[in-house]
């Protein structure tokens, strides 16, 4: 499948000692999202603006958490958002592969203050790390920092604007005051400060929240060029819509259960329709005649 690819980008403000991950294309991984779908016939889901809205920013914030670390690892989120009756899944695989699935709730998870969302990754070779919090606010949008501060302990932020999509990571003794309390447009201004010179393939449009955050810099530090070439690429990578699922490990999940819940759900049947818990994908597995 030819499929449209959001690439990213891995920096470190070697200054400062942060870390930025970067994309200016939201819009292919959404795209990829519709293009599998349509590929596999799988029907949209019927979610409101807010809900998609929500799943969209799971699905692009899992990516950046991924993007940002050095060994690739296959990342699972499982969020149940509070006081709001639906949860959220996002997986994201090594090779920048990513699913989302959208959970309608019983209406009476509308009333819990809490809810939950764990985070599962698995490294090649090494135990799977799970990790449980419960959700300090009501929109997806937050957890990745959340995640970062609680479990990692590193403070992370996240701006989301149009089409473009920047986490910034503290590294240990990071000068992290720079950043904490920016607004989501110019923490974004502030980065498109660093690329300017640093990253000609990546080069933003010049803004007015960036020529006010220029002014900012020079008036408290001085020349504004210490903001500039101090940006080095660590990384890049590929993110795009798609899933594992195929009739091989749906068929091996089947054989995996207990024999008397196996007969149960085969009964007389001479094929099962099951659908992926992750993307949707409906696979038809025919009785095996062995």
């Not at 819009?27 to 809900?51: C, G, H, M, P, V």
């Not at 009739?247 to 024999?259: C, F, G, K």
Request: aromatic fraction near 8%; glycine fraction near 4%.
């Amino acid at each position: 499948m030819d499929r449209p690819l959001a690439l990213y980008r891995r920096y470190l403000w070697e200054s400062k000692n942060i870390s930025w991950i970067y994309t200016p294309d939201v819009d292919k991984l959404l795209a990829s999202r519709q293009q599998y779908n349509e590929t596999f016939q799988i029907a949209d889901q019927e979610l409101s603006q807010i809900q998609r809205q929500e799943l969209q920013d799971l699905m692009i914030g899992a990516t950046l958490a991924s993007e940002s670390q050095v060994e690739r690892d296959m990342w699972g989120w499982t969020v149940r958002i509070p006081l709001k009756p639906w949860g959220l899944f996002c997986g994201v695989e090594p090779e920048g592969m990513v699913c989302t699935r959208f959970l309608h709730l019983p209406p009476a998870a509308s009333e819990d203050p809490v809810g939950s969302f764990a985070i599962q990754r698995v490294t090649a070779d090494a135990p799977v790390r799970q990790t449980s919090l419960i959700p300090r606010d009501t929109s997806a949008r937050y957890l990745v920092e959340q995640y970062f501060d609680e479990s990692e302990q590193l403070p992370a932020r996240i701006a989301i604007v149009n089409n473009e999509a920047l986490m910034a990571l503290s590294m240990p003794d990071a000068e992290w005051s720079i950043v904490d309390n920016l607004k989501e447009s110019d923490l974004l201004a502030l980065f498109h400060e660093l690329l300017k010179e640093t990253d000609p393939v990546f080069q933003p449009s010049a803004s007015t929240a960036s020529e006010k955050l220029r002014q900012q810099f020079a008036a408290v530090r001085g020349s504004v060029g210490t903001l500039q070439g101090d940006l080095k690429i660590m990384h890049e990578a590929v993110y795009y819509y798609g899933c594992r699922c195929d009739e091989t490990n749906i068929r091996q999940m089947l054989d995996n259960l207990p024999e008397a819940q196996r007969t149960a759900l085969w009964g007389d049947l001479p094929a099962l329709e099951i659908e992926c818990p992750r993307c949707g994908r409906k696979h038809t597995i025919r009785r095996s005649t062995t």
